[in-house]
């Protein structure tokens, strides 16, 4: 009677832990509602981007063999940008308007987008069914670094950039515009984001 007890919990607490783990999986996969056709420079959205220290998106020079060739759009106007051109040292941070550790994360790094200049940081409004919403965080956070926007996962899984597990996602690119380090995580200062640059750049506070 006792083993059979011992081996029922045991199929009890293995059974909890994929259920937890089941829920886990769905709650995450909730949290991308893209598979949109949103437009991201409405007039609406133009006029809201003024109110806003986001400047124009960035001159990007020819298309390298880093990262994918996809153009995307200026978020709240501006020229477009195609991410095969992007060089670095720069930091490139996926983030939506609906992600609570985005939302913990963005004055950390618009604070080290403003302490210093040799690594610059782009941020890309990752399957965001809320452009406007993303600008209100933008400004709420004083972000003053470019913002581009990707509503339909254009960038999710273009070699060589993998599928984020989670949001916040940041990629460290060098000088030639090649990954040098990829993590899901959420950096709750200026300091941890400058250490996390002279780990994977060399350089950057």
């Known amino acids: 009677m006792r083993r059979r007890s011992r081996w029922g919990s045991g199929v009890a607490l293995l059974t909890g832990v994929l259920v937890l783990l089941s829920a886990c999986a769905s709650s995450h996969e909730a949290h ?10 409405t007039p609406d959205l133009v006029a809201l981007k003024k109110h806003t220290d986001v400047p124009n998106c960035p001159k990007v020079g020819p298309q390298g063999s880093g990262l994918p060739a996809v153009t995307l759009s200026c978020l709240g106007g501006g020229r477009s940008v195609d991410v095969a051109g992007l060089r670095g040292p720069l930091i490139l941070n996926f983030w939506a308007s609906w992600c609570g550790g985005c939302k913990q994360e963005m004055p950390a790094l618009a604070a080290y987008a403003k302490s210093q200049s040799g690594v610059k940081v782009l941020g890309v409004d990752f399957l965001d069914p809320a452009p406007d919403k993303a ?4 400004a709420s956070s004083k972000v003053a670094y ?3 926007a990707d509503p339909n996962g254009a960038l999710d899984r273009r070699a060589p950039l993998p599928h984020p597990p989670g949001l916040p996602f ?15 995580t959420v950096f709750g200062s200026e300091q941890e984001v400058a250490a996390a640059a002279r780990k994977y750049l060399g350089t950057g506070g």
């Open 32 to 41: 991308y509602p893209g598979g949109t056709s949103l437009k991201v420079q």
């Open 170 to 184: 940041t990629v460290f690119l060098d000088a030639k515009g090649h990954i040098a380090h990829a993590e899901a």
């Open 135 to 138: 600008l209100e965080l933008a």
């Open 146 to 148: 470019p913002l581009v």
